[in-house]
């Protein structure tokens, strides 16, 4: 087996919001001040005990939730700094806080530009108030675009910005014209992500009148190309840049490089291990300082896996796998495990070769979990 690129990912949860979005799955939702504070206090004791046996200088770091922006700065600074103490940066470290409009002030982000954050992503999902509104979204555009203004006025040169399309009530001419909007502002990085209808949210027991499923491609498809119009490449299935903004933490996941979740229900990879912390809050508030004690679903990855992940998530990318990379790794050619599938798909135009590189065509990202299913051995 070969080895992974070398260098460290961290990603830190904050499980904390001023009130939960009602498509939203994740693990958050309000929180009082102390509880914040116990929370980041066992977030400490995590980093404190990781950080002892990890010796690697951390490459990415990505402060997620949650709204990560929600903290007032004095408990925040606690976190920061117990960060930078305990672990070591590469010199152009990247590291990402995720925030939301309306709850950015000119101190926090004088305080994440001193502890070293530079780049913010910005949960904006639609510049349309009615939209938002609908999402359950608490800000405003109004409110967004006094944060990204502040934000720009505190010096920060990366700023992703977060768009949702496909929600309930919006034509492929209204997605067009948000797209349009915020391209406009000139971020340096765009998501855009259709909106998906879990089990078990607000959103998952109401009358939805969602675009139809021709919409929705098109919606999906033209995205690129509007984009492209303000200078903008896609890099992967969901995420846009300008020239070198591509988000490096996230090209980490879909490289498999390794990464530790830190805080409630992170999960992690590391060698050919992946684990998740409890999604149990009291759970995690005693056990954070023994990390051992609080992981769960512990998976050994087999060489089938990580040969599958390899291809499934590397070809989440535009520029894909490269047949190279996948020979040192596994020591053994592409073809000769996946060669079948490979013909498949290259046969109905959805996989293309060139030089050493497979990845998607246009018309196989948009039907990518079908293929990417096909790789699982």
């Keep these: 087996m070969g080895r992974k690129k070398n260098g460290l990912e ?5 499980p904390f919001c001023i009130k939960k979005c009602d498509y939203c799955d994740f693990l958050s939702g309000p929180s009082t001040r102390a509880g914040q504070e116990s929370y980041i206090y066992a977030l400490l004791r995590e980093i404190e005990a990781v950080s002892k046996l990890e010796k690697r200088p951390v490459d990415t770091v990505f402060i997620g939730g949650g709204t990560p922006s929600v903290p007032e700065c004095d408990v925040m600074e606690k976190l920061l700094q117990g960060l930078q103490e305990n672990f070591r940066f590469s010199p152009d470290a990247e590291i990402t806080i995720e925030a939301n409009p309306g709850t950015l002030t000119p101190q926090k982000l ?14 904006l999902q639609s510049p349309k108030d009615e939209e938002l509104k609908m999402l359950g979204r608490i800000h405003n555009y109004e409110q967004f675009l006094e944060s990204y203004q502040m934000a720009r006025a505190a010096g920060f040169s990366n700023l992703n910005i977060d768009l949702m399309f496909a929600i309930p009530g919006q034509s492929y001419e209204g997605w067009i014209e948000n797209l349009r909007m915020v391209a406009e502002l000139g971020p340096e990085h765009i998501s855009a992500y259709s909106l998906i209808v879990e089990e078990g949210t607000p959103f998952s027991r109401r009358k939805l009148d969602l675009p139809d499923e021709d919409t929705e491609y098109r919606m999906y498809e033209d995205v690129a190309k509007v984009l492209g119009e303000y200078g903008y490449h896609q890099y992967e299935i969901s995420n ?25 229900g992170a999960a992690s990879l590391t060698g050919n291990v992946r684990f998740t912390n409890t999604t149990d809050m009291q759970e995690y508030l005693e056990k954070s300082g023994t990390p051992e004690l609080m992981r769960k679903d512990r998976e050994f990855l087999t060489q089938e896996d990580e040969m599958a992940e390899f291809m499934f998530l590397g070809l989440r990318m535009t520029d894909g796998v490269s047949k190279t990379e996948f020979q040192e790794y596994f020591g053994t050619a592409v073809e000769k495990i996946y060669g079948e599938v490979l013909d ?3 046969r109905q135009g959805m996989l293309v070769e060139k030089d050493d590189r497979i990845f998607l065509s246009r018309t196989g990202i948009l039907v990518s979990n079908a293929v990417m299913a096909d790789f699982l051995l």
């Design 240 to 264: 846009y840049a300008k020239e070198n903004r591509e988000c490096r933490h996230n090209e980490g996941y879909w490289q498999r490089k390794d990464y530790l979740g830190l805080g409630l």
């Design 110 to 123: 004088a305080l994440y530009r001193k502890y070293g954050i530079n780049r913010i992503s910005i949960g």
């Design 10 to 14: 961290l990603y830190l949860h904050i």
């Design 344 to 346: 498949k798909y290259k």
